[in-house]
């Protein structure tokens, strides 16, 4: 097995959109695989800077602005968008970027940036029950074959008569991402849903236990566990050197022991080596959160360091 590598970053804290295509462009040029960003409208932390940008706006411009790494969000919230307006919304962005984009949709958490924007923000049983509605929306509308129309009979998005439009370019849709460490309902909707399941930030043990719940599932479905991508989230920091580790991590807050322990921090070899003990556990793929975004040799040093020493 590889181990897939992408970069995910956190615009909210203040990123533009020059500074991501910058980010997106770099990791294109040293071979990494995919650039995803979180979809959020409030910063953690700091001042936000120069204030959020909307995740399926700056994808739009990054799938003209880049040639062939994939594109995605981990993850959407299903409060901010219907899913109908979204299924078009994934649809024209996968047109744009010639088929690399992927869909990462959940929940939603963060009731204080609804507040901040004016977005409802019920209990998480109706979340829940609205991302389940949202997912049956979407997969619908880009499956329905073309020339057909689509209705579904739900509680919260009815359509009706839809002609189904527009649609993605990649065959059977854009592969949906569902993650999270619930033990009932997100493994039955990734398991439904899904292409991908993501166990973010949580260790590689605790990683394998979320996978194997998934895998459980899908055998009883009677889904191919195999059919799932199993992927997991993690904080990088890479130095060549000790000093250089610390002015990384000092320059996103964190202490670089805690970053040892709950990231994958250090040096390029003992990166690999952690990186190694998700692949044990089963991670195909794993999505490296880059919280410096003006770093760009910190990409250059993942990539010169960490991505040779994979299988």
Same mark, same amino acid.
């Given at each position: 097995?590889? %181990?897939?590598?992408?970069?995910?970053?956190?615009?909210?804290?203040?990123?533009?959109?020059?500074?991501?295509?910058?980010?997106?462009? $770099?990791?294109?040029?040293?071979?990494?695989?995919?650039?995803?960003?979180?979809?959020?409208?409030?910063?953690?932390?700091?001042?936000?800077?120069?204030?959020?940008?909307?995740?399926?706006?700056?994808? $739009? @411009?990054?799938?003209?602005?880049?040639?062939?790494?994939?594109?995605?969000?981990?993850?959407?919230?299903?409060?901010?968008?219907?899913?109908?307006?979204?299924? %078009?919304?994934?649809?024209?962005?996968?047109?744009?970027?010639?088929?690399?984009?992927?869909?990462?949709?959940? $929940?939603?958490?963060?009731?204080?940036?609804?507040?901040?924007?004016?977005?409802?923000?019920?209990?998480?049983?109706?979340?829940?029950?609205?991302?389940?509605?949202?997912?049956?929306?979407?997969?619908?509308?880009?499956?329905?074959?073309?020339?057909?129309?689509?209705?579904?009979? @739900?509680?919260?998005?009815?359509?009706?008569?839809?002609?189904?439009?527009?649609?993605? %370019?990649?065959?059977?849709?854009?592969?949906?991402?569902?993650?999270?460490? @619930?033990?009932?309902?997100?493994?039955?909707?990734?398991?439904?849903?899904?292409?991908?399941?993501?166990?973010?930030?949580?260790?590689?043990?605790?990683?394998?236990?979320?996978?194997?719940?998934?895998?459980?599932?899908?055998?009883?479905?009677?889904?191919?566990?195999? !059919?799932?991508?199993?992927?997991?989230?993690? %904080?990088?920091?890479?130095?060549?050197?000790?000093?250089?580790?610390?002015?990384? $991590?000092?320059?996103?807050?964190?202490?670089?022991?805690?970053?040892?322990?709950?990231?994958?921090?250090? !040096?390029?070899?003992?990166?690999?080596?952690?990186?190694?003990?998700?692949?044990?556990?089963?991670?195909?793929?794993?999505?490296?959160?880059?919280?410096?975004?003006?770093?760009?040799?910190?990409?250059?040093?993942?990539?010169?360091?960490?991505?040779?020493?994979?299988?």
């Amino acid at each position: 097995m590889t %181990v897939d590598l992408h970069i995910f970053t956190e615009p909210q804290q203040g990123a533009t959109y020059d500074d991501l295509l910058a980010v997106a462009r $770099a990791a294109e040029d040293l071979g990494f695989s995919g650039f995803f960003r979180s979809d959020h409208y409030l910063h953690m932390g700091g001042d936000g800077g120069a204030g959020p940008t909307d995740a399926w706006t700056t994808l $739009a @411009g990054l799938a003209r602005d880049t040639s062939t790494i994939r594109l995605g969000t981990l993850v959407t919230s299903a409060t901010f968008r219907l899913p109908g307006p979204l299924a %078009v919304q994934v649809a024209g962005v996968d047109q744009m970027s010639g088929g690399r984009v992927e869909l990462g949709l959940g $929940a939603g958490w963060f009731e204080a940036e609804h507040t901040a924007y004016g977005i409802p923000f019920p209990p998480l049983g109706e979340r829940f029950d609205r991302l389940e509605e949202q997912l049956a929306v979407l997969t619908g509308l880009w499956g329905t074959a073309p020339g057909d129309t689509f209705s579904h009979k @739900g509680t919260h998005y009815p359509v009706v008569d839809s002609p189904a439009l527009a649609k993605p %370019v990649q065959e059977g849709g854009v592969p949906i991402i569902i993650g999270g460490g @619930g033990r009932r309902r997100t493994p039955a909707l990734a398991v439904r849903y899904a292409a991908e399941f993501n166990a973010p930030f949580v260790p590689a043990t605790e990683a394998g236990r979320l996978f194997d719940r998934v895998h459980d599932v899908a055998t009883e479905a009677g889904r191919d566990p195999s !059919s799932l991508t199993m992927s997991a989230a993690q %904080v990088v920091c890479v130095g060549r050197d000790e000093a250089m580790l610390r002015r990384r $991590a000092d320059a996103i807050g964190r202490d670089l022991d805690e970053l040892r322990s709950n990231g994958l921090a250090g !040096s390029p070899a003992e990166v690999v080596d952690k990186i190694a003990g998700f692949e044990a556990a089963g991670a195909e793929r794993i999505y490296l959160q880059v919280l410096d975004l003006a770093d760009l040799d910190h990409l250059a040093d993942v990539a010169e360091g960490v991505l040779p020493q994979l299988p």
